[in-house]
């Protein structure tokens, strides 16, 4: 499968800010340790979050910008840990990009948004776009109504669909992949909250530099 790289990131010099993993700066090898180090033995991992991964984290953004950004699936090229290479298909509003968190992978996404209530759903799934049933919940919240300071609270909610445990199209897999997308539930806490931190990162730089949250190679 060969992507198209897009501009993500092109406004900010050396596409390089602090504190951001990107699978361009840091490879699974030496990403995994820090996902590791995230992760707590001294709880049992299921019991935490069997059927739920919640992540969540204060973004020093205006909310409305914040959401709009957020509305594009494009976003996810620049604060993603690993989706690259977006391009819409022949299918208004559903694209496909590469996961390259494992070789070979296309990932289909299509954004359900809703300007009103700043909730931002990535309804995805691996290798087809017929069925998306991975959902992603996001909702951006006006954090002057709920920690009284200007700013946004964004939650993030994953929830333990049963085709994690087991590919339910294993016919439009790439032959010879081993790895499915459930064989890293247990690592989705940890690897969302990178992502998170990802986006405020991402976020309060353009924020504090007077640059638009959406860039214009978005617009």
């Given at each position: 499968?060969?992507t198209?790289?897009?501009?993500?990131?092109?406004?900010?010099?050396?596409?390089?800010?602090?504190?951001v993993?990107?699978?361009?700066?840091?490879d699974?090898e030496?990403?995994?340790p820090?996902?590791?180090?995230?992760?707590?033995?001294?709880y049992?991992?299921?019991?935490?979050?069997?059927?739920?991964?919640?992540?969540?984290?204060y973004?020093?953004v205006p909310?409305?910008?914040?959401?709009?950004y957020?509305?594009?699936?494009?976003?996810?090229?620049?604060?993603?840990?690993?989706?690259?290479?977006?391009?819409?298909?022949?299918?208004?509003?559903?694209?496909?990009?590469?996961?390259?968190?494992?070789?070979?992978?296309e990932?289909?996404i299509?954004?359900?948004?809703?300007?009103?209530?700043?909730?931002?759903?990535?309804?995805?799934a691996?290798?087809?776009?017929?069925?998306?049933?991975?959902?992603?919940?996001?909702?951006?919240?006006?954090?002057?109504?709920?920690?009284?300071?200007?700013?946004?609270?964004?939650?993030?909610?994953?929830?333990?669909?049963?085709?994690?445990?087991?590919?339910?199209y294993?016919?439009?897999a790439?032959?010879?992949?081993?790895?499915?997308?459930?064989?890293?539930?247990?690592?989705?806490?940890a690897?969302?909250?990178?992502?998170l931190?990802?986006?405020?990162a991402i976020?309060?730089?353009?924020?504090?530099?007077g640059?638009?949250?959406?860039?214009?190679?978005?617009r």
């Amino acid at each position: 499968m060969t992507t198209s790289a897009l501009p993500a990131l092109s406004d900010i010099e050396d596409r390089t800010i602090p504190g951001v993993l990107r699978i361009e700066n840091s490879d699974r090898e030496a990403t995994a340790p820090i996902i590791m180090d995230r992760l707590r033995s001294v709880y049992p991992h299921d019991q935490i979050f069997g059927m739920f991964c919640p992540v969540q984290d204060y973004i020093a953004v205006p909310p409305r910008e914040l959401y709009a950004y957020l509305a594009d699936p494009r976003s996810l090229e620049e604060w993603s840990y690993g989706m690259r290479g977006f391009a819409e298909t022949d299918q208004p509003g559903l694209w496909v990009a590469a996961d390259r968190l494992v070789p070979d992978t296309e990932i289909y996404i299509r954004t359900v948004a809703n300007p009103d209530a700043m909730t931002v759903d990535y309804h995805c799934a691996w290798d087809q776009g017929e069925h998306l049933w991975m959902v992603y919940l996001m909702r951006v919240i006006d954090a002057q109504v709920v920690l009284n300071k200007p700013g946004s609270v964004v939650t993030w909610i994953n929830c333990h669909h049963p085709f994690y445990d087991e590919n339910p199209y294993p016919e439009t897999a790439p032959p010879g992949r081993e790895e499915w997308v459930g064989d890293l539930w247990e690592m989705f806490s940890a690897g969302h909250k990178l992502e998170l931190g990802n986006l405020k990162a991402i976020a309060e730089y353009r924020a504090s530099h007077g640059l638009p949250i959406t860039p214009d190679w978005m617009r």
